[in-house]
């Protein structure tokens, strides 16, 4: 048993785990920074369609501004998306 | 993996990867990508060549009735006006800046809806096309705000609301083109990634193209809307506050 692992770990080189530690980061990385924008975004929409129901007749300026702060608010997801993709095909 | 990961990085050449044009300057380099210039040539000619066809439409009186055409280009500018320019807070500015904003517009909508095509690419799909956009919107707010309000006030608005604020006003400055190419670029890059995937690997032919509806179309036209929104915002912020 012992011996079969000591034999399978010396088939790993040095590449073979980098390759593994980037794909596992590239994960983590889309996987964590994926809830912050999602969460905030999500407030956002949830905001806009209290102050909708409450007045619909600033539905037009109210989604504009929504959709505006969700775009800004996107950012952060939009770096980490950058960085999984640099960490998969650059690095 | 591998075969994923070769069809990929002919849509990854922007990272540096296979610059197909390069010209030496002054020691340095200049790497030119022919398809993103090509696809930006196409878009601009689409643009132009469909702008000369409606205007053919435009000729007569105005006191005429209006053909169906004239009337639904006066709706696309009301929408446009309606939509874009009246969020800025000065009536001169929203109608200096009108044509702007709305050209910003249309560009990047038909850049990000002629990605749909196969073998096309957006070009916004490079970064250095949105860059360049995002630089052209902070030069020329900050070239804008220095007319209106003289070089003098326009260095204190660094230092409000206190001097020692400087550093982080220059970040903040200088973070919003950044985060403005980066937001579009993303944006676009992860809707042709996923399809890509997609149609290579999981399901050849009805699920790519409801994805090309849902990433070309739907954010496509909702990103091209932030793009130009934001230059909006970004404009007025820099000229009015």
């Not at chain 2, 003289?150 to 970040?171: C, D, K, Q, S, T």
Request: charged share 10%.
């Amino acid at each position: 048993m012992l011996q079969e692992a000591q034999s399978v770990a010396s088939g790993i080189s040095g590449a073979d785990i980098v390759a593994a530690a980037k794909y596992i980061a590239a994960g983590i990385c889309m996987g964590i920074g994926a809830i912050g924008s999602a969460i905030g975004e999500g407030i956002a929409a949830a905001h806009a369609l209290d102050g909708m129901a409450r007045q619909p007749e600033m539905q037009g300026a109210l989604l504009r501004t929504m959709v505006l702060g969700q775009a800004i608010t996107e950012t952060t997801g939009i770096y980490s998306l950058l960085v999984a993709i640099v960490l998969l095909f650059v690095v | 993996m591998h075969e994923i990961f070769s069809q990929l990085a002919g849509l990854l050449t922007h990272l540096g990867e296979k610059p197909i044009l390069v010209i030496p300057l002054l020691g340095g380099e200049i790497r030119v990508d022919w398809m993103t210039i090509l696809m930006s040539w196409t878009v601009m000619t689409i643009i132009i060549v469909i702008a000369l066809f409606l205007r053919r439409s435009l000729r007569q009186p105005v006191e005429e009735k209006p053909t169906r055409v004239q009337a639904t280009l006066d709706a696309l500018i009301d929408l446009l006006q309606g939509q874009l320019s009246s969020n800025f807070s000065s009536e001169e500015l929203a109608r200096m800046m009108f044509p702007f904003v709305s050209t910003l517009f249309l560009y990047v909508l038909v850049s990000n809806w002629i990605g749909i095509v196969p073998y096309l690419t957006s070009p916004t799909q490079d970064l250095n096309v949105t860059f360049g956009l995002a630089l052209l919107v902070f030069f020329l707010s900050h070239w804008l705000a220095m007319r209106k309000k003289g070089i003098r006030r326009y260095l204190r608005g660094f230092a409000e609301p206190y001097a020692f604020m400087v550093p982080i006003n220059l970040v903040g400055e200088l973070a919003k083109p950044l985060s403005h190419a980066f937001r579009l670029f993303g944006n676009v890059l992860a809707g042709s990634i996923l399809t890509t995937v997609v149609m290579a690997k999981i399901f050849p032919l009805a699920v790519p193209a409801g994805l090309n509806i849902i990433f070309g179309l739907f954010f496509g036209g909702i990103q091209g809307f932030v793009f130009a929104i934001l230059a909006v915002a970004y404009i007025n912020v820099a000229v009015e506050s």
